[in-house]
């Protein structure tokens, strides 16, 4: 019997070693990982005139953040490693929204700020060449003003099949919290396909324009009405509570569920809405939340 035991544990370990897809399951870390956006850490201090590696990845970033239009008839430094007129404006607006202090140069406090982990959806669609619209505000709607249609208060929501258990409480309950504070109430379906909201779990290039970018970085992101996708990374370790190292899918979910219903980021630091939020928390909607809900929905 201990020979039979022993001979199937051998099998069982030479599998592990030679199929490169036999893993164990995903658990959060102990330690934080290595972010996407480390790199920015060695670019402190740059300003306009300088060059630097980094600076054509952090351009692509603020590109898709919405802060730098890209134009096929711009400069030849558009994406490149010198720190040119455009991306000193990009980053000067950048302070501006986030309340930052508005220099144009890469110092520490805006460096830590670009380099936590946030929403992937941009801040502004189309940026102006010399101001951010609505920037003395702190909620905001999407761009195109898009919301769901008046006689749609009513909006079902599911998972593709294999979707963990965790995920289904998590967004129930923020779904709760909206109801509470919106003229929208949710229901759970299991015909994702006909879903109003379809929710799910997607790893860099998937197809939606928007690729993630592995741990750090970009957590999740959704679309506008009336479009409700609504997408977590899945390269981050996310869980339905407070732990360390890892995202509450509740507070993350609250976010992009606004998203889906119409509001863009605020510049608030304590709002849902806020675009960064760090493992090891949990957010409920603020009052600048719930004014904006309320504002886009006026009964």
């Keep these: 019997m201990e020979q039979n035991f022993f001979h199937l544990f051998s099998c069982l370990f030479l599998l592990f070693l030679l199929n490169p897809f036999f893993v164990l399951p995903h658990q959060p870390a102990d330690t934080p990982e290595p972010s996407a956006l480390d790199f920015l850490k060695n670019l402190v201090g740059t300003q306009k005139g300088n060059s630097g590696k980094g600076l054509s990845q952090l351009k692509k970033y603020l590109s898709y953040l919405g802060y730098i239009k890209t134009n096929n008839?711009?400069?030849?430094?558009?994406?490149?490693?010198?720190?040119?007129?455009?991306?000193?404006?990009?980053i000067r607006n950048y302070q501006?929204?986030?309340?930052?202090?508005?220099?144009?140069?890469?110092?520490?406090?805006?460096?830590?700020?670009?380099?936590?982990?946030?929403c992937g959806v941009?801040?502004?669609?189309?940026?102006?060449?010399?101001?951010?619209?609505?920037?003395g505000s702190y909620y905001a709607f999407v761009p195109d003003g898009s919301k769901w249609p008046p006689r749609k208060r009513s909006l079902t929501y599911s998972f593709p099949p294999g979707t963990r258990s965790e995920v289904y409480g998590a967004i129930l309950h923020a779904t709760e919290i909206w109801s509470t504070f919106s003229p929208f109430k949710f229901r759970y379906t299991r015909n994702y396909?006909?879903?109003?909201?379809?929710i799910s779990f997607q790893t860099r290039n998937?197809?939606?324009?928007?690729?993630?970018d592995g741990r750090g970085g970009i957590t999740a992101h959704a679309f506008p009405p009336t479009d409700g996708r609504l997408h977590f990374d899945g390269d981050e370790v996310?869980?339905?509570?407070?732990?360390?190292?890892?995202?509450?899918?509740?507070?993350?979910?609250?976010?992009?569920?606004?998203?889906?219903?119409?509001?863009?980021?605020?510049?608030?630091?304590?709002?849902?809405?806020?675009?960064?939020?760090?493992p090891g928390i949990r957010k409920v909607l603020a009052q600048d939340d719930i004014a904006g809900i309320r504002a886009l929905y006026r009964s």
Excluded: C, W
């Excluded at 941009?122 to 920037?135: E, K, M």
């Design 206 to 212: 998937h197809g939606d324009g928007f690729p993630f």
């Design 193 to 198: 396909d006909q879903a109003d909201i379809k």
């Design 238 to 278: 996310f869980v339905n509570g407070v732990k360390p190292n890892a995202f509450d899918l509740q507070t993350v979910g609250l976010h992009e569920l606004g998203h889906v219903l119409g509001l863009g980021h605020s510049s608030d630091t304590s709002a849902a809405m806020y675009a960064y939020s760090d």
């Design 96 to 118: 501006s929204f986030y309340k930052l202090k508005v220099n144009g140069i890469l110092d520490s406090d805006t460096v830590a700020l670009l380099t936590r982990p946030r």
């Design 73 to 90: 008839t711009n400069s030849l430094h558009e994406f490149d490693d010198s720190f040119d007129d455009t991306l000193e404006l990009a």
């Design 122 to 135: 941009p801040d502004f669609a189309n940026p102006h060449t010399t101001q951010i619209p609505n920037i």
